[in-house]
């Protein structure tokens, strides 16, 4: 079982749809959570950064993080057609220089 | 642009070969981190350098090698290579290694025939 799960898609999804894509985990020690794009033939690049549990919000994108679940959620509110990547989420135990560890990655498709 | 330069963009070598990957961290971070990605495996991290010297290893094979120099750029060896050797080669680099600070380069495709 890997440390991270996370559902590979693909999720199609209507313009202006609300998204919810979610990752699982298994290490209690994980502190810090990130959410990456990555579009096609490029790296991945950082959307959202969370530290320990709650909401955190950035324009279209919310990030929520239960640690006593074990659970991560990034939420899409009126999703794009340019939103259209896969997302992976991320997780590191420290802020000084670890390694990330990531999901596998969902792969969405918002359709005009 | 991300800020990270990886070179080359994609490589095509036969099995038991010798390739070297290079990263150019973006300006001013001395962390440099090694991924892999591929399809069953997703992204994996392999290893990474602060300031010319190895702070951490993941799942790297034997067959592979890095450094990084004084300049900053790292390489990335990876020697008698296999045909599950194939995959996307990603560099990142970070400010003193804060994982908010990542940013990854465009990644490097290796096929291995």
């Known amino acids: 079982q890997k440390e991270v799960e996370q559902d590979p898609g693909p999720l199609s999804v209507p313009e202006g749809a609300i998204v919810s894509l979610n990752c699982t985990y298994s290490?209690?020690?994980?502190?810090?959570f990130m959410w990456y794009r990555q579009y096609s033939r490029k790296g991945p690049e950082l959307l959202m950064y969370t530290y320990s549990s709650g909401n955190k919000e950035d324009g279209r994108f919310t990030a929520q993080v239960d640690k006593s679940s074990k659970y991560i959620s990034l939420f899409i509110r009126d999703s794009q057609p340019s939103d259209s990547a896969t997302y992976l989420c991320a997780m590191s135990f420290n802020n000084a220089g670890n390694m990330l560890t990531f999901g596998g990655g969902t792969r969405l498709m918002v359709k005009p | 642009d991300s800020g990270v330069t990886q070179t080359p963009k994609h490589l095509i070598t036969a099995t038991g070969q010798r390739v070297t990957l290079r990263c150019s961290p973006r300006?001013?971070?001395?962390?440099v981190y090694w991924y892999q990605q591929s399809l069953d495996q997703g992204l994996q991290f392999l290893i990474q350098?602060?300031?010319?010297?190895?702070?951490a290893k993941g799942n790297i094979l034997e067959r592979f090698s890095a450094q990084q120099f004084p300049d900053l750029h790292s390489e990335l060896n990876l020697s008698s290579l296999e045909l599950g050797d194939s995959a996307l080669y990603f560099c990142?680099?970070?400010?003193?290694?804060?994982?908010?600070?990542?940013?990854f380069g465009s990644g490097t495709r290796l096929t291995v025939v």
């Open positions: 990142a680099s970070s400010p003193r290694g804060r994982v908010d600070g990542y940013t």
């Open positions: 290490n209690s020690a994980f502190q810090y």
């Open positions: 350098y602060y300031n010319g010297e190895e702070r």
């Open positions: 300006s001013g971070d001395l962390s």
